[in-house]
């Protein structure tokens, strides 16, 4: 039996008045207004999506006036949308940061070249130094602390990592200063600097932006389909472009690897994640997408030669197994049927591409092998790297405990080669970032760095435990491995100040950081149990918390005044007076 009844609203409680059934009702208060209409999103998303082809594919064939105009005006068009919905504006960052690289790449198929998403746009006529991502960063963020200060809310979530990037953030500013006292050029502070804010505004702008899991979801569908893409261009640009000549790259272009650097390190990305959804059996739909996408991300991959890439997914399937095993003995036993397998594999490969060969097949066994026996280029390559880090190593030295701040270019003690040509950051970014952080923030600096690594590893860990969702749990235990190939970079190949590795970390320690606060049915987020503490274990506790009271909120015959509310189970709910007694 059904019973229908309106609810009254007296003060600070609910009455229940049994009679008269009530038709009609009302949406509840504070729900997302882009989410009620429905329909309105499909009939504007086709326009969108064609005005935004358009505006690309002018883009990328225009001149460089051209291209600002049609900057200006995919602006005036966004704009109302990323208002009315700031977690879009962070999607086109996610896409963007995967896809467009920072440098020109100069190959005949390379579009992205033409997207000046990571360049200043003062060289398409604008008058501005900022990149469009840079832009597009802080815009976001005074977006969203206008709204939040306009619904009388603290101007941002900030979460338990804030305090750890905010004195890091802290620590580059004093640099600035320090370097500019110290007779530093402003041009160069600000090509070196840019970057490490990339990690705070990014964790800033997930934070605050991604309030449930479908939101999550969808940001990963962005990441890994764009990934997807660039492994379809590094085989288009391998097979079409190169004719299956990996030596012919100096013919046709000044780069020296077929995609960018930090490439690799995306690649390792995908796959690992998709090894964590297939141990923790979670989004088959993801799943099977990756698995498709697998082959032309892996060819890209090895035909990248980047040694980095190979050994971070060593390095984070080891970080994973350790991860699982201790904190996870459930799955203990898929781990020991996968190192099995692994092993049954690996020993039989890397003896058959133990002497080199096999061409871009056997580059992950060169990868590996490099570390122990490196070839001819892997030496140079090494021995290079060598003198500069001894030549950073007596730069610290001058200056330990103060640092020499940005700007000032590093003395060389011990002679290498000049590579101002290819890097004009040459004598001022070595390929060691790690000791780069001391030598322009001295120990303190140093010091900040490595709990700045630690806090958010600890936090990735804790989520990766406490969680129960499977696919939550893939995504925290991803960032354990991205943060360590963020570290791992850091000490060979400039990861430290890379621009696209940079946005990828604070999106991801953002995404991990915001899981225990995610609401798994519903739209938006409970305030109050958001801005409270930034300490992980009472985050967790706060996050069970608004679990519970998302349940009671959401039981079907609870509801706000005026609204009608069909009673269908047994026993019916039933409500007390407080004045009268009668129930």
Known sequence: MQRSFPVTENQDRLTVVPGTPVTGGRNVPGADYWRRFP????????????????????????????????????????????????????????????????????????????????????????????????????????????????????????????????????????????GLSSGGDPVTIVWEVRTLFYPFLMYLIIYNTVSTKQDAVRLMWIFIGAIAIKGLVGVFRFVVTLKLNLESIPDVSRANSLLSHEESLFFAAFLVFGLLLFIFRSDRKQLKFIAWAMLPVLLALMANQRRAGILAIVLSVAAIFIVVYVQMPQKRRMLIYVAVALMIFSVPYLTLFRNGGGGFIGEPAAAVLSVIRPDARDSA????????????????????????????????????????????????????????????????????????????????TIVARNEADPYLKAIALLTV???????????????????????????????????????????????????????????????????????????????????????????????????????
Do not use: C
């Not at 939040?148 to 640099?175: C, D, H, N, Q, W």
């Not at 880090?389 to 000049?418: C, H, K, R, S, W």
């Not at 995610?518 to 679990?547: Q, Y």
């Open 39 to 178: 329909r309105m999103r499909r009939l504007l998303f086709l326009p969108v999506l064609v005005f935004f082809s358009l505006i690309i594919g002018l883009a990328l064939g225009a001149g460089f006036a051209t291209q600002a105009l049609l900057i200006m005006m995919a602006g005036l068009v966004i704009g109302p949308l990323v208002w009315q919905k700031p977690l879009l504006g962070a999607y086109i960052l996610i896409f963007a940061l995967a896809t467009v690289e920072p440098f020109n790449m100069e190959f005949p198929d390379s579009i992205t070249d033409r997207v000046p998403f990571h360049k200043p746009l003062d060289q398409i006529g604008l008058p501005i130094q900022l990149t469009a991502a840079e832009i597009m960063m802080f815009g976001l963020i005074a977006l969203i602390a206008v709204k939040r200060i306009g619904e009388r809310k603290s101007p941002l979530r900030t979460g338990p990592i804030f305090v750890a990037l905010s004195v890091f953030t802290a620590m580059v500013i004093y640099g600035i200063v320090r």
């Open 381 to 460: 390559s090494n021995e290079y790297r060598a003198l500069e880090a001894e030549n950073v190593g007596e730069n610290i030295a001058l200056n330990p405990y103060t640092g020499a701040g940005f700007g000032v270019p590093m003395q060389v003690f011990l002679p290498i080669p000049d590579l101002t040509t290819i890097f004009p950051l040459w004598a001022y970014v070595p390929h060691n970032t790690i000791l780069y952080i001391w030598l322009r923030l001295g120990i303190v600096g140093f010091g900040v760095f490595w709990f700045l690594v630690g806090r958010m590893l600890l936090q990735s």
């Open 481 to 583: 491995t991205v943060i360590m190939s963020w570290v791992a970079q850091g000490l060979v190949d400039m990861g430290i100040v890379d621009t696209r590795l940079n946005m990828l970390l604070g999106t991801l320690v953002g995404l991990t950081a915001v899981i225990p606060l995610l609401k798994r049915g519903e739209e938006t987020a409970t305030e109050s149990l958001i801005d409270t503490d930034n300490d992980p274990v009472k985050m967790t506790v706060n996050s069970r918390a608004a679990d519970a009271s998302s349940a009671v909120l959401n039981m079907r015959d609870m509801t706000l005044p005026g609204d009608t509310v069909p009673v269908s189970s047994q026993p019916p709910l039933q409500f007390k007076d407080r004045n009268s007694g009668i129930t």
